[in-house]
């Protein structure tokens, strides 16, 4: 039976909500950044596949600096305030095969998320990023706490907590 509070969050897609769902997506090379305000207990999630928004076409949220603001966006308009938002940072694998580091898709999208997020002085409390490997992840809008699985046959099954990783 699934969880009628469990929400599929696909790339370009942004979810927030004021009570309880537990948020899940699969990251490769893209990323998602986790908000949570936790005196307003309002949580929200991007999951974005591309750094920046050139200015060319249109300014979707599968762009890393476009995805970010619109997430903060509709958690101010939520009624969260920018200054109890705290962040965990996911994703941003080098999973592709290839020996050409040309485009660091990966690399770049962690790179963005964490430039954004400290211009806005949002905290990063926890991350995992970067490596070789795919993450599944669930976030939990009620009390902002991620879970992580890694996606590959040579890694643990279970997920991972990452609330023991806050600084």
């Known amino acids: 039976m699934t969880d009628p509070n469990t929400y599929y969050l696909l790339p370009s897609q942004i979810f927030v909500a004021k009570s309880y769902y537990n948020v899940v997506t699969v990251l490769g090379s893209c990323v998602s950044i986790c ?32 995805a970010t603001e619109k997430l903060i966006e509709k958690m101010i308009k939520d009624g969260s305030q920018l200054r109890y938002m705290n962040a965990k940072v996911f994703g941003g694998g080098d999973v592709l095969s290839t020996e050409s580091k040309i485009f660091n898709i ?5 790179e963005i998320a964490e430039k954004l997020l400290s211009e806005l002085k949002i905290p990063i409390i926890a991350n995992s990023v970067g ?8 976030f939990n809008t009620n009390d902002g706490t991620v879970k992580q699985k890694y996606v590959a046959s040579t890694c643990s099954p279970n997920f991972i907590n990452h609330n023991t990783l806050d600084k």
Request: charged share 15%; glycine share 18%; net charge positive.
């Open 106 to 110: 990966g690399q770049r999208n962690i």
């Open 131 to 138: 490596g070789k490997q795919g993450r599944k992840i669930m």
């Open 35 to 66: 908000l949570w305000d936790n005196v307003n207990k309002i949580g929200g999630m991007n999951h974005f596949m591309l750094p920046l928004w050139n200015g060319n076409g249109l300014a979707t949220p599968k762009f890393g600096n476009i």
